[in-house]
């Protein structure tokens, strides 16, 4: 059988030492947590975005950087982070200087927007392929992880799910390299790293994930980081509005549970803290869509509006 992403990493970079000195979180989490001392805990993470798999090589090369730096900040959000500094590793087919121009003006839009400073990288030759490195502040203990969620533990989401896989699949049909309805074309090209939430569900929230591979895959890995298992009301699952017009509640509702590229958070809450999350988003801090909860067992469950137990089809985007 062929290695899948996951068992790929488990099998050739997760050594069966003991975490080296300073590290908090290593591989397995949104962003490693990393102990510097005086200077406070820093959340790192790093992602590639490949031209014609992570978006279209043709795309403005505005839209291609601004969204580069949100992936990786979303990252950040999922721990509860705020951004403070990254790096950019790009390849570059030709040094064309438009798309030079237009590419740095989206990075750093969203740079000034968060407050973070790019302070180093790497520009080679190469097929098309953005990676950044961003790194974030993170008191000690307020870290948000996948691992820390128990059964009876409540699942929310941030946002509507399905948006971001409707922009690609109607840029696939169309062969254009942006959505023509302008909000499903927001929700694959401007995803909105959702920081101000990850901070407000600090001290409540007992784990957290972005949603980049789709809510059975990302959940699965807070299910399995945790312990337990997640159970989803299908019927709850708060759809975009805008694929719902446009593809239907069905096509919608496969591309919430396995699409992709949403960036909301998934989060898990006990109920001793639902109080204190009802003021958060009394105060306008954050939305709290509820989706499930958890119980105790392996994997990630669905159940209809009958309470009839369904099988899962689409459980996310993997590379391998
Ligand atoms: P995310 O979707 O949050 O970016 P991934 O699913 O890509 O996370 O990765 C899962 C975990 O594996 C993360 O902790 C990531 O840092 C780690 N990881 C991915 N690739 C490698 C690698 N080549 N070597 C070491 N760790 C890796
Ligand atoms: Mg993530």
Not at 232 to 237: N, R, S, Y
Request: proline residues 4%; aromatic residues 6%; glycine residues 12%.
């Amino acid at each position: 059988m062929p290695l899948d992403e996951f068992s790929l990493i488990e099998t050739f970079f997760r050594r069966p030492t003991a975490p080296a000195a300073g590290v908090l979180a290593g591989i397995g989490d949104d962003c490693a947590l990393l102990d510097g001392g005086a200077a406070g805990v820093l959340a790192v993470t790093t992602d590639t975005l490949v031209a014609d798999i992570h978006f279209p090589a043709r795309a403005s090369a505005f839209d291609i950087g601004q969204r580069a730096l949100r992936v990786n900040l979303s990252d950040l959000a999922a721990m509860a982070a705020v951004p403070r500094w990254f790096l950019l590793a790009l390849t570059l087919p030709a040094a064309d200087e438009d798309w030079l121009r237009a590419f740095s003006a989206g990075l750093f839009a969203v740079a000034d927007a968060h407050g973070c400073a790019l302070v180093g990288g790497d520009t080679t030759r190469g097929p098309l392929a953005v990676t950044i490195t961003a790194l974030g502040a993170v008191p000690a203990n307020v870290a948000l992880r996948r691992s820390g969620a128990s059964a009876g533990d409540q699942v929310f989401v941030t946002g509507a799910l399905g948006g971001a896989a409707a922009a690609l699949a109607d840029m696939t049909q169309t062969g254009a390299c942006s959505a023509a309805d302008t909000t499903l074309n927001a929700r694959y090209w401007y995803p909105e790293p959702r920081l101000r939430e990850g901070v407000a569900l600090r001290g409540i929230a007992s784990a957290a994930i972005d949603i980049s591979d789709g809510l059975v895959a990302d959940l699965g890995h807070v299910a399995r980081a945790s312990g337990v298992a997640a159970e989803l009301e299908l019927e709850k699952l708060p759809l975009c509005g805008a694929a719902l017009a446009r593809f239907g509640s069905d096509q919608t509702r496969d591309w919430a549970l396995g699409g992709g590229d949403d960036y909301e958070l998934c989060f898990t809450v006990p109920t001793s803290r639902l109080a204190a999350l009802e003021t958060a988003v009394r105060a306008g801090r954050l939305r709290a869509l509820p989706v499930g909860r958890l119980v105790s067992g392996t994997g990630v469950h669905a159940r209809d509006g009958a309470g009839r137990s369904l099988a899962l089809t689409r459980t996310g985007y993997r590379h391998f």
